[in-house]
């Protein structure tokens, strides 16, 4: 019998699996949620650590991310200032200096 596989509240990510009978993890984000409690807000973002974001936050890039059409990516470290979250699978829309207007995933910075 195969295990069911749910789709992680925080990223999304179709591959969320259980680990224990009550317990779902996320393999992407490790998230872990009980699909049995009502989830607090589903407009809550968060960081890769779990902090809370809201708009007009400063965030850091936690790894390189590159960019369709530019020649370099965006380095880890780079820190955003005056984010502004959206719905959707990249949920951060901001301006980087060198790149313009931007839209990120809450998955890869930290509140900064």
């Known amino acids: 019998m195969a295990e069911e596989m749910k789709s992680c509240p925080s990223c999304d990510s179709p591959y969320g699996y259980a680990l224990t009978s009550e317990v779902y993890k996320c393999p992407a984000c490790d998230f872990e949620w009980n699909p049995n409690e009502k989830q607090e807000s589903a407009s809550q973002i968060v960081d890769v650590n779990g902090n809370e974001l809201k708009d007009g936050d400063t965030v850091i890039v936690i790894k390189d991310l590159p960019v369709k059409g530019a020649p370099k990516p ?7 200032k005056n984010i502004r979250l959206v719905e959707g699978d990249h949920d951060i829309d901001c301006k980087i200096d060198e790149f313009g207007s931007m839209a990120l995933k809450s998955i890869f910075v930290k509140k900064g």
């Open 74 to 80: 965006i380095k880890a470290g780079t820190k955003v």
